[in-house]
């Protein structure tokens, strides 16, 4: 979790974590100062306190939990997508893996694949909660089907485990982050890729899109007129304003009409 101040530059730095961290930064403690805005992932317990110190101050997005979806054409490794799913389920109980493949074949090789390898994971109570409680594997017609499913779905992590992704590319609309071909996998978008991993989740990346520059941010409207400008917009907004039956905003756009 990180937390930023109107100031430039970073100058302090606090190692605290979990929902109590969200508290004493939205707030303010003896040790700790009050912040602008407060970013990045956390657990069930951080997301319902950014949820709730939201407005007092800025928060990025209420993520989780996680998720991982997979297109595959069939012919990628049955292991490496049992394990690709794997990766966000054993995140947590409510994460949500889900594969989709126009194979039907494929899809029963990849479940033979969780039942083999589900057995020595480290995280096998986890992982088997979220497969049995949110986990899918959904058979598609085709390709094109496979990508309206996803764009429905608007998944944390998209992975295109097939041959061309770039192919497939345009006629993705909604994804927080998307890993091209059969050797991408998510965990490296986790660890090193290089992309912002605080992601859009629960079907938010149809309209949010990953942590970024862009979060740290602020823009303000700068509005000048000149004289004559004053006195033709002025023209406008008092006919609008007497409209709406709103006089004083009416006369202060008037008081600026050249007689």
Same mark, same amino acid.
């Given at each position: 979790?990180?937390?930023?101040?109107?100031?430039?530059?970073?100058?302090?730095?606090?190692?605290?974590? /979990?929902?109590?961290? +969200? #508290?004493?930064?939205?707030?303010?403690?003896?040790?700790?100062?009050?912040? !602008?805005? =407060?970013? %990045? &992932? /956390?657990?069930?317990? +951080? #997301?319902?306190?950014?949820?709730?110190?939201?407005?007092?101050?800025?928060? !990025?997005? =209420?993520? %989780? &939990?996680?998720?991982?979806? +997979?297109?595959?054409?069939?012919?990628?490794?049955?292991?490496?997508?049992?394990? !690709?799913?794997?990766?966000?389920?054993?995140?947590?109980?409510?994460?949500?893996?889900?594969?989709?493949?126009?194979?039907?074949?494929?899809? !029963?090789?990849?479940?033979?694949?969780?039942?083999?390898?589900?057995?020595?994971?480290?995280?096998?109570?986890?992982?088997?909660?979220?497969?049995?409680?949110?986990?899918?594997?959904?058979?598609?017609?085709?390709?094109?089907?496979?990508?309206?499913?996803?764009?429905?779905?608007?998944?944390?992590?998209?992975?295109?485990?097939?041959?061309?992704?770039?192919?497939?590319?345009?006629?993705?609309?909604?994804?927080?982050?998307?890993?091209?071909?059969?050797?991408?996998?998510?965990?490296?978008?986790?660890?090193?890729?290089?992309?912002?991993?605080?992601?859009?989740?629960?079907?938010?990346?149809?309209?949010?899109?990953?942590?970024?520059?862009?979060?740290?941010?602020?823009?303000?409207?700068?509005?000048?007129?000149?004289?004559?400008?004053?006195?033709?917009?002025?023209?406008?907004?008092?006919?609008?304003?007497?409209?709406?039956?709103?006089?004083?905003?009416?006369?202060?756009?008037?008081?600026?009409?050249?007689?």
């Amino acid at each position: 979790m990180f937390a930023a101040a109107a100031i430039t530059g970073v100058d302090q730095v606090f190692s605290v974590g /979990g929902a109590q961290a +969200v #508290a004493a930064l939205a707030y303010g403690t003896e040790s700790v100062p009050q912040v !602008d805005k =407060i970013v %990045g &992932p /956390g657990n069930i317990y +951080v #997301a319902t306190a950014k949820s709730m110190v939201f407005g007092t101050v800025g928060i !990025d997005m =209420i993520a %989780g &939990p996680s998720e991982i979806l +997979v297109i595959c054409d069939g012919k990628t490794d049955p292991d490496w997508i049992a394990m !690709d799913l794997f990766s966000q389920a054993e995140h947590d109980a409510d994460a949500q893996p889900i594969l989709i493949s126009p194979d039907a074949e494929f899809l !029963d090789k990849v479940q033979a694949s969780i039942e083999r390898l589900l057995v020595n994971m480290e995280r096998k109570n986890i992982i088997e909660a979220s497969l049995n409680d949110r986990a899918a594997l959904i058979h598609v017609n085709d390709m094109d089907e496979a990508i309206e499913v996803s764009n429905y779905i608007a998944p944390e992590h998209l992975e295109l485990s097939i041959d061309d992704p770039q192919s497939m590319l345009p006629k993705i609309r909604h994804a927080g982050a998307i890993f091209m071909g059969r050797y991408t996998a998510e965990a490296v978008g986790d660890y090193c890729a290089g992309p912002n991993h605080v992601l859009p989740t629960s079907r938010t990346a149809r309209f949010s899109s990953a942590l970024g520059v862009y979060d740290f941010q602020k823009r303000s409207s700068l509005i000048m007129c000149s004289e004559d400008g004053a006195s033709e917009l002025g023209k406008i907004a008092s006919v609008m304003a007497r409209g709406e039956g709103l006089i004083a905003h009416a006369r202060s756009a008037e008081y600026r009409i050249k007689k």
